[in-house]
């Protein structure tokens, strides 16, 4: 069979890439949709760039606090909205406002009720800490309030790596090296070496951190 099969000759693809981040792209690259809404809703957005109608301060973001019981702010329209076409996406059954407004009612409770047993367990644990309480007195807690279900287990301690039999660190622990704008590689490998005695063999960067 392999030997009756024809390779076709290599040609090189003609295509260009454009390395230049600032060349417009031409029109004919738009998206391919297949539903005619679809396409008219982007028809309208592509109108309303043009005509300068999409700004930065007509995009800009602020908080709001959802509330479903209020017709007027739009919330629980952009929500069923936002669920109904995510919903045709996965071939799931789409929900109309009514029932997505009974669903929103059901799960913003169970959310609040969660947050308010976490905040109330952390807060616990805080307790302890601020009274000096030993280490056995902490414990982790894994529940569940649909059952409900709350279980307690004692903190296993931290692990930690011994570098050497006077030096040990674990994920919590953050070693400072100070230096100024001339600080080179060669330099921080003296400041380590002098400050810990230890030498370092691989050094790690990340870029644009803040």
Not at 51 to 70: G, Q
Request: with cysteine.
């Amino acid at each position: 069979m392999l030997s009756e099969i024809t390779i076709p000759e290599y040609r090189p693809a003609e295509k260009r890439i454009e390395t230049d981040e600032n060349v417009k792209k031409p029109d004919q690259m738009k998206l391919s949709v297949s539903s005619e809404e679809e396409r008219e809703a982007i028809a309208q957005l592509e109108e309303a760039i043009a005509a300068d109608h999409v700004t930065p301060e007509r995009l800009r973001m602020s908080p709001r606090i959802f509330e479903k019981d209020d017709d007027l702010n739009g919330h629980m329209d952009f929500v069923a909205a936002a669920s109904s076409l995510r919903a045709r996406m996965y071939s799931i059954e789409v929900a109309d406002r009514l029932k997505t407004k009974r669903i929103a009612g059901k799960i913003i409770p169970a959310i609040a009720t969660a947050t308010a047993a976490v905040a109330g367990l952390v807060s616990l644990e805080l307790v302890k800490v601020v009274g000096g309480y030993g280490f056995e007195s902490f414990n982790n807690c894994f529940f569940n309030l649909a059952i409900p279900v709350m279980v307690l287990t004692e903190a296993a301690p931290v692990k930690r790596t011994q570098i050497r039999e006077d030096i040990s660190f674990s994920i919590w622990d953050r070693w400072t090296v100070w230096g100024d704008q001339h600080f080179s590689l060669s330099d921080f490998i003296k400041a380590v070496l002098v400050n810990y005695g230890i030498y370092p063999t691989m050094v790690l960067t990340v870029l644009y951190y803040r």
